[in-house]
């Protein structure tokens, strides 16, 4: 009798303490750190499989608010921010400018090219007119300077063989001053506009008044490259023909409009201009309780949640992304055609001069 006793509260003891070692380790105490990030990342951000691996692996929950990259490093960030994460080096060099004292180390986790979206019969209007060449189902615009050329001469669509559609020739992007996709497009633009490129003030003051023109012709512009995207789809080609956006866009609205995307998919296409600029998307560290958040997102798992769900491209050296696992016509096995963005102080100029130019 003893015995059996003796084993009861054996046993008692186990279950009482693999309760114990089950409740820790499922009500652990998270570490919750705030930031800022492009609207771009929220998706991601919210995706339940991200969400869980930061949590169960990492101890991390974040608490984030959105914002456009320029806005974000535009303005002193208040004391109780612990991270930021705008989409380009730009915004990390603007921030660096002007706030270095709180930055305590960033790292560049994510990729993705500037693209621009269309749709079936602009395309073959532009294959048409020499404009762009399709290269194992992949389209690239191969003369920007005529594009450019015929947006600062106001050709029509009628004009390039498009009748139905009204208007002129034109690019639409975000707001450069606030979005960072516009703000890419913008330094793309103007290396394209100075044949020496942008490499000091007076080179980018003699390119001003064409650029200015470029985005004026626009009106009014969106200050988020998802809610661009998402009209682009909504209203079709005869309100946005052209715009220009991010490669994963177009992946992650596949991937999470399963219903919807088969109506228009063989209608959308992706075009790559030849050259491109990289949205680099470097996490800016500002208080050290956030360090951890570095390690948590090159993860491999959250790196391939990453480019198969999201479409964002590895920032790791020796990674690549293989386009066979997404089911998106048209992308690029890799980005080798770019060219640098201008320099912060450059675009700094430029910023002003097209927010001088949108009073």
Avoid: C
Wanted: charged share 20%; glycine share 6%.
């Amino acid at each position: 009798m003893r015995g059996i006793f003796i084993g009861l509260g054996l046993f008692l003891l186990a279950v009482v303490v693999g309760v114990a070692y089950w409740y820790e380790g499922n009500h652990k105490t998270l570490l919750t750190i705030k930031g800022i990030v492009g609207s771009e990342k929220s998706n991601f951000l919210e995706n339940p499989r991200v969400r869980s691996i930061l949590e169960t692996k990492y101890g991390l929950k974040l608490d984030y608010t959105r914002e456009g990259s320029i806005e974000m490093v535009s303005s002193p960030v208040k004391d109780d921010i612990d991270f930021l994460w705008p989409s380009s080096q730009v915004a990390l060099e603007l921030f660096k400018n002007t706030q270095s004292n709180r930055l305590i180390q960033s790292e560049l986790v994510f990729n993705s090219p500037v693209v621009l979206y269309s749709w079936d019969i602009v395309v073959k209007a532009l294959v048409a007119q020499g404009l762009v060449k399709v290269e194992d189902s992949v389209a690239y615009l191969t003369d920007m300077d005529k594009l450019i050329r015929w947006e600062l001469t106001g050709k029509s669509w009628p004009d390039i063989g498009l009748p139905d559609l009204y208007g002129k020739v034109n690019v639409i992007t975000t707001d450069p001053t606030k979005s960072n996709t516009g703000n890419l497009y913008a330094g793309l633009m103007a290396n394209f506009l100075s044949p020496d490129g942008v490499n000091d003030p007076d080179s980018v003051d003699r390119i001003l008044p064409s650029l200015q023109k470029l985005f004026t012709r626009q009106g009014f512009m969106q200050s988020s490259s998802g809610f661009l995207f998402e009209q682009f789809l909504q209203t079709g080609v005869g309100q946005y023909p052209l715009i220009a956006d991010y490669e994963n866009q177009i992946v992650e609205f596949s991937l999470q409009h399963p219903d919807f995307w088969p109506k228009v998919k063989d209608k959308i296409k992706i075009v790559y201009p030849v050259p491109t600029v990289w949205s680099e998307h470097p996490v800016l560290i500002l208080n050290k309780k956030a360090l951890p958040l570095l390690d948590a997102l090159k993860d491999p798992e959250i790196q391939r949640i990453a480019w198969e769900e999201h479409g964002f491209r590895t920032g790791l050296i020796g990674v690549q992304n293989d386009p066979k696992v997404i089911k998106v016509d048209g992308l690029a096995r890799s980005i080798n055609k770019t060219m640098p963005m201008p320099r912060a102080a450059i675009m700094e100029k430029i910023i002003n001069a097209l927010n001088t130019n949108n009073q």
